[in-house]
């Protein structure tokens, strides 16, 4: 009974550290988790706008627009501008967020 009692009392003790889970394995081939994106809003979201007119350029290029002209930040935080795309003149904005909006 005298050594039954202070093995009891060192299982009762350490019973929480067996209890824990080991570490995440740190798989390097480990896949991210991906997420369906969200559609693009309707319209350019108003806000602080962060771009610098080259980010907002280059963005609005990166959609395949080119000829970009006329780059302003408006009141709503929104760069607008015009840009050629196909052969044809388009309004473009570019808000916060970075959506690329052809008018």
Known sequence: MKRILPILAAMAIAAP???????????????????????????????ANSFTEAQAKERIEARGFSDVTGLAKDKDGVWRGKAMKGGASHDVALDYQGNVFPN
Not at 17 to 41: F, G, K, L, R, Y
Request: net charge negative; charged share 15%; aromatic share 4%.
């Open 17 to 47: 550290a067996w209890a824990q889970s080991p570490p995440a394995a740190q798989d390097p081939n480990t896949p991210a988790v991906t997420t369906e994106s969200a559609p693009q809003p309707a319209e350019p979201a108003k806000g």
